[in-house]
């Protein structure tokens, strides 16, 4: 028993005996009493072994076996040189030529087999008992009487167990046949009739005289709630066509009006200068011929000077419309009156009815891919004599005059960019002659109930075909620009016949030698003499200011003189 003081501060254990003392157990009975009780953790041993010395923790059974490989070796062996490879090469080698070739004897040629062994007559496995062979199996060494009966008994066997019988064969159920011979019938016979009228009855069906396929009575509300709720048969679904307090021939919307040419006309494979009609058909044609120009102009002529000489056909100074006409007939392009007075009405921005130098570099130039040199501005100020292009040259040539004519003022030029010489008359704003707000069929229908009115709203964004761009010579895969010459719905419809072989249109524009035009209207099965060959190239060099002659304007030039 433990007694506990409390102090002020601490508490204190005290001992109730204090004179008795706690005896040691000697080891020679302690090992008795472990045999008895052991303690946690030890093995129990046998009280008639207490005194015995340990030696079962140091015996040890068996033979201790070497370990010769572990698994980490197996798996990942460590790599070997060259020279420990070879080694292990000769050795194999050597092994190899003890065994099959040893010293001093011949080399053994059989299978390596024991010298006390027969080949011959040494069979290995166990030996299996046959009973029997195919042979028996297939053709039995029995009678046919023999065969059939043990069939007949098999068969008998196999319709016990499985219930499993011949064709035609007679099913024996067991019946007592003693009052019927073999041939008896049994059941109820079938009416049989010979004349057919059976076969009648069953293609006529007597559909009136039966009731659920008689006509069924409905009442007039039901048969009206189905015709409202339910499609009919040749009528528009319209549950509420009751509510409506319109006729019946009455149309909702703004009546739209109808376009030019649809998708009709390109399924029928309308010819193209019958896809846009009256005005847009003559817009159309315009704006063809001013790109035409404007790609003619800057593939021929290496300045803005230059090109307006060459319009300039009286040196007037400007372009009147018989200039502009010629300059279309020798780019192989035959204009109407009618597009030819729209062309000048469109660059003939001050109307005095001429096309000055200003206004043919505006609008029938890129004047940004052709700048003004310093000599040319001074021409064109007046600071130096003016210069013309007579009417008997092929090729333009600088020549001076005697009238000092300026064609710009000096305030018209700009810089092409801060701090260069090169410099481009400036951009002229053409007045329009189209309404700047554009009426479409939701604003005219309000589809935007209260809300604000799109008609002032500014346009933003870059046009889909740039026809402000000179299309470039070589365009690259990853260029999506479309330049304007690229194909129309008519050429995917109606591809020409020169695009199945690979030809590209711009092939037939593209300038080319005499000899390369030869070869060509040659190996196309055309034979033309070598007069009317040379006949034919001149006129052609002709209508091109630089002289160049393609394949296309050789091919009208042959066509008139056919003509004539």
Not at 182 to 190: A, E, L, Q, Y
Not at 317 to 340: A, R, T, W, Y
Request: hydrophobic share 30%; glycine share 6%.
């Amino acid at each position: 028993m433990i007694l506990i003081e409390q102090n002020s501060s601490t508490w204190r254990h005290r001992d109730p005996f204090p004179n008795i003392r706690a005896t040691v157990t000697p080891p020679v009975v302690r090992k008795f009493v472990h045999s008895a009780r052991p303690p946690v953790g030890t093995v129990r041993v046998f009280h008639g072994k207490a005194n015995d010395p340990d030696v079962a923790s140091t015996l040890v059974h068996g033979v201790n076996t070497k370990s010769s490989i572990n698994a980490g070796s197996v798996i990942s062996p460590a790599p070997k040189t060259r020279f420990q490879e070879r080694l292990r090469q000769l050795q194999e080698i050597n092994y190899a030529s003890n065994q099959k070739a040893p010293l001093g004897r011949s080399q053994v040629q059989g299978l390596g087999l024991p010298s006390w062994l027969d080949p011959e007559r040494t069979t290995f496995g166990v030996t299996t008992l046959q009973l029997s062979n195919g042979g028996e199996i297939i053709n039995p060494p029995k009678t046919a009487e023999q065969v059939k009966k043990e069939a007949i008994e098999g068969h008998q066997l196999y319709v016990r167990s499985h219930g499993s019988y011949f064709v035609g064969e007679r099913v024996d159920r067991k019946y007592n046949s003693g009052h019927y011979v073999r041939d008896s019938r049994f059941g109820v016979p079938t009416p049989h009739y010979n004349d057919g009228r059976t076969i009648s009855r069953s293609l006529q069906w007597p559909c009136d005289s039966l009731m659920h396929n008689s006509a069924k009575l409905v009442s007039k509300r039901c048969d009206d709630f189905r015709e409202k709720t339910q499609p009919q048969t040749g009528k528009v679904h319209d549950p509420i066509a009751e509510t409506l307090n319109v006729p019946s021939d009455h149309t909702f919307g703004v009546l739209m009006k109808p376009d030019s040419f649809g998708a009709g006309d390109l399924l029928h494979q309308t010819p193209p200068g019958e896809y846009l009609k009256g005005k847009d058909r003559q817009r159309a044609l315009v704006s063809a011929v001013h790109q035409h120009l404007k790609k003619s102009n800057y593939q021929n002529f290496s300045s803005l000077l230059e090109a307006f000489k060459y319009y300039d056909k009286k040196g007037q100074g400007k372009i009147d419309k018989e200039d502009l006409k010629k300059v279309c007939h020798q780019f192989n392009m035959i204009v109407s009156e009618p597009v030819l007075d729209d062309l000048m009405d469109y660059c003939d921005v001050n109307k005095d009815g001429l096309i000055d130098f200003m206004e043919f570099s505006n609008f029938l130039n890129w004047k940004d891919k052709m700048p003004i040199t310093r000599v040319e501005q001074k021409i064109l100020t007046g600071e130096r004599m003016a210069w013309t292009a007579p009417a008997n040259m092929q090729r333009t040539h600088l020549q001076e005059s005697s009238a000092v004519k300026p064609l710009l003022r000096p305030e018209d030029l700009e810089p092409v960019e801060v701090g260069f010489t090169r410099k481009t008359p400036k951009t002229l704003s053409r007045p329009r002659t189209v309404q700047n707000n554009f009426f479409t069929s939701s604003s005219v229908i309000n589809a935007v109930v209260g809300g604000p009115s799109s008609a002032d709203d500014r346009t933003y964004g870059v046009p889909t075909v740039r026809a402000d761009l000179p299309a470039p010579r070589i365009i690259r895969v990853s260029d999506r620009t479309n330049y304007g010459d690229e194909g129309t719905a008519h050429d995917l419809l109606n591809p020409p016949l020169h695009s199945l072989y690979g030809v590209r249109e711009a092939e037939f524009f593209r300038p080319r030698t005499k000899h390369d035009i030869a070869q060509i209207f040659h190996k196309v099965g055309l034979n033309i003499a070598e007069k009317t060959f040379e006949e034919a190239w001149n006129l052609a060099s002709m209508r091109h200011p630089a002289g160049d002659v393609c394949v296309e304007s050789f091919r009208s030039v042959l066509h008139e003189l056919k003509a004539n």
